[in-house]
Nanobody
């Protein structure tokens, strides 16, 4: 059974930064294919940053150039560095495989507001 635990969210002013963490436990053999999703109130959950084969990073257009996904394979941990945050980045952030293979964690709330 795989467990995903997200942390690092909070309240930040526009233009600020946050670093999210995703700790994965259980039968995870690699972090390839893992990514970060977010869900804003009243909207569908969307994929914003993810890894593909060989550790290639990919980003949704709305976050490209501002967010950076990284990982520590030895610790089964993934990160999302978020810079130049905007009010529209406000959402609950989750990690999972891009195919949503695992049970969702509780997510971490990110609120961007002045």
């Amino acid at each position: 059974q795989v467990q995903l635990v997200e942390s690092g969210g909070g309240l930040v002013q526009p233009g600020g930064s946050l670093r999210l963490s995703c700790a994965a436990s259980g039968r995870i053999f690699s972090l390839s294919g893992m990514g970060w999703f977010r869900q804003a109130p009243g909207k569908q959950r969307e994929l914003v940053a993810w890894f593909t084969g060989g550790g290639t990073t990919n980003y949704a257009g709305s976050v490209k150039g501002r967010f950076t996904i990284s990982r520590d394979i030895g610790k089964n941990t993934m990160f999302l560095q978020m810079n130049s945050l905007k009010p529209e980045d406000t959402a609950v952030y989750y990690c999972n495989t891009v195919n949503r293979s695992y049970a969702w964690g509780q997510g971490t709330q990110v609120t961007v507001s002045s």
